[in-house]
């Protein structure tokens, strides 16, 4: 494919510059938000991520809807959080047993892969997303430029604290725990047989790695966007 990591930007990639100069990294996730949003069509079945990337996609397609330049949409909430912040900003929701099948899903990542894998949950969504995600004729994943790692895994502590207290453990939306797993130098291997192997164990009920799901990721960096799909994947970061 030669290198089409640059993917028909809607607007010049000086003006992004421009408007990305200075900005902080909410104001990056901002960006790329509402660059996902702009692949929004009326009639769609919407997958609606979780986490503070997400909440401005979500705000924007709000904003839309009332102004008028957006009609006859529903959204699929990837978790409850997602469902009282759609809510709010006026989208209205469905699920997956009324439609089985999710036109564009747009949700942030905790680390995305030079393959466009990714690593999320750990604002503690994971399972709906997956569902719905997975569901998804296309799914764009929305990250500042920080989220970026040469391999999953090794990014570091969970940005939010897990559970109530030290020993007691994070519950999901779906009543489920979540366990932590960090490696120094990332995960080494076949990450596909990794995952196999964590769903053959007993009582794990998924795990954060999305492999190969993701149709495309946008990425906000203070010198402009870029857009990665899956036919650029083997372009490094
Ligand atoms: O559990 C949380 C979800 O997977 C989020 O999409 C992920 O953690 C990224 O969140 P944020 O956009 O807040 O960094």
């Known amino acids: 494919m030669g290198s089409p990591f640059l993917l028909q930007p809607s607007r010049s990639l000086t003006e992004e510059a421009m408007a990305a100069a200075g900005q902080s990294q909410d104001d990056l996730k901002r960006?790329?938000?509402?660059?996902?949003?702009?692949?929004?069509?009326?009639?769609?079945?919407?997958?609606?991520?979780?986490?503070?990337?997400?909440?401005?996609?979500?705000?924007?397609?709000?904003?839309?809807?009332?102004?008028?330049?957006?009609?006859?949409?529903?959204?699929?909430?990837?978790?409850?959080?997602?469902?009282?912040?759609?809510?709010?900003?006026?989208?209205?929701?469905?699920?997956?047993?009324?439609?089985?099948?999710?036109?564009?899903?747009?949700?942030?990542?905790d680390e995305v892969d030079p393959a466009l894998n990714l690593v999320k949950g750990r604002g503690g969504s994971l399972l709906r997303e997956k569902m719905v995600e997975g569901a998804s004729r296309r799914f764009v994943v929305i990250v500042d430029d920080s989220k970026l790692v040469p391999r999953l895994g090794g990014s570091g502590l969970p940005r939010h604290p897990r559970g109530e207290s030290e020993i007691e453990p994070f519950v999901t939306d779906n009543k489920n725990y979540i366990v932590d797993l960090f490696f120094e130098?990332?995960?080494?291997?076949?990450?596909?047989?990794?995952?196999?192997?964590?769903?053959?164990?007993?009582?794990?009920?998924?795990?954060?790695?999305?492999?190969?799901?993701?149709?495309?990721?946008?990425?906000?960096?203070?010198?402009?966007?870029?857009?990665?799909?899956?036919?650029?994947?083997?372009?490094?970061?």
């Open 31 to 109: 960006i790329a938000a509402l660059r996902a949003v702009e692949l929004v069509r009326s009639g769609m079945v919407l997958g609606l991520g979780t986490g503070s990337t997400a909440a401005h996609a979500l705000d924007r397609i709000g904003d839309l809807l009332r102004g008028g330049d957006l009609g006859d949409i529903v959204g699929i909430p990837t978790s409850e959080w997602a469902a009282a912040r759609a809510a709010a900003a006026g989208i209205p929701l469905t699920d997956l047993a009324a439609h089985p099948v999710v036109d564009l899903s747009i949700d942030g990542a």
């Open 185 to 237: 130098d990332g995960i080494h291997g076949d990450l596909q047989a990794i995952s196999d192997d964590l769903l053959r164990i007993t009582d794990v009920v998924e795990h954060g790695m999305f492999l190969g799901l993701a149709t495309s990721v946008i990425i906000a960096r203070k010198d402009g966007v870029v857009l990665m799909d899956k036919e650029a994947k083997s372009n490094g970061f």
